[in-house]
């Protein structure tokens, strides 16, 4: 199956302020060079995960992972076609294998308030299996952190492999489109943000390896973190149409 036109380049222009609905939504076509942006140089594209969050917590990839599970309390489904998630709830997303491979992760988002101090995004951050991890900043950019394959406690200065954010601070009170992409050929992270690119990484060239750490989790967290006691959400913020997609360059 493969995304319509139409909705690739939802994904990187994210003009609407509301969630698209659930009619308009194929699976992307990313094929299309003439798109640009995030998938610029795109040969082929494999849907990992769906989550769109329109009526439904399951997962709508071919791949029927399941429904992201809630925890706690403050985590409810709007009928606009969006998960508002609310302090100190967060959600279970199945785990989605990026370890080996060019990905993107792309989401739509929305901040009620400027945030004062750090809100977990996405993670899959378990104690000693540390992959990724991704925030809202205190001061209001957003950052995403990809751990090295190695050995680590934690407080190892060279554990991360590469990490990225954005350059300017994300919007407030209106919906707003993320797109991460890994390409491991160029070596590179970038961050787009409705569909212009914020900011790149590129990985140092002294590693060689450039898998990501190991992690077991079968669920990773949207709004919290797993190694943190007790486990707990830190996130306000309104989420539509979560995706994982494997990218080949």
């Known amino acids: 199956m493969f995304f319509s036109i139409a909705f690739a380049a939802y994904l990187w222009l994210s ?46 990839s071919p791949n029927a992972r399941g429904p992201a599970l809630v925890n706690g309390t403050n985590v409810a489904l709007n009928p606009l076609g969006y998960v508002e998630i609310r302090q100190p709830g967060f959600l279970s997303i199945p785990a989605v294998d990026i370890r080996t491979i060019s990905f993107a992760i792309t989401f739509t988002l929305r901040l009620p308030s400027a945030p004062t101090a750090r809100q977990i995004l996405l993670s899959n951050w378990k104690s000693n299996e540390w992959q990724y991890l991704m925030t809202v900043d205190a001061a209001g950019t957003m950052s995403f952190v990809l751990r090295r394959n190695i050995n680590t406690n934690g407080s190892n200065g060279a554990q991360d492999l590469v990490a990225v954010t ?18 491991t050929s160029q070596r590179t992270l970038s961050v787009y943000i409705n569909g212009i690119l914020s900011a790149s990484a590129v990985v140092p060239s002294q590693f060689t390896d450039l898998t990501l750490h190991n992690a077991t989790q079968t669920y990773v967290q949207f709004g919290s973190k797993a190694d943190d006691i007790p486990v707990t959400g830190t996130l306000n913020a309104d989420l539509s149409q979560l995706l994982f997609l494997q990218l080949a360059f």
């Open 166 to 183: 954005t350059a300017a601070t994300v919007p407030i009170g209106t919906f707003f489109n993320v797109i991460y992409t890994y390409n």
């Open 15 to 60: 003009l609407s302020l509301v969630p698209i609905s659930a009619a308009s939504v194929g699976v992307p076509d990313l094929t299309s060079r003439q798109l640009g942006g995030p998938y610029q140089g795109v040969v082929s594209s494999t849907l990992l995960g769906y989550w769109p969050f329109l009526g439904t917590y399951y997962d709508l």
